[in-house]
């Protein structure tokens, strides 16, 4: 793979991402679904505790 393709591949994967998590929002609230925010917290920590667990 070249750079320009996984430079082009990191970007459409960030932009997905925001546009999931956009409307994941949007309906969450649209249903005053507020605990829904919670599992934003638990996604950090699995991703932190994932990422970090390479580096010791």
């Known amino acids: 793979m070249t750079e320009n393709f996984i430079r082009h591949m ?3 994967c960030g932009s997905l991402i925001v546009l999931l998590a956009y409307f994941s929002g949007y309906v ?3 249903h005053g679904w507020w605990w829904t925010g919670l599992g934003v917290i638990v996604i950090y920590v699995a991703i932190h505790k994932l990422l ?3 580096s010791h």
Do not use: E
Request: no cysteine; aromatic share 12%.
């Open 28 to 30: 969450s609230s649209a």
């Open 52 to 54: 970090g667990s390479g």
């Open 10 to 12: 990191v970007a459409f």
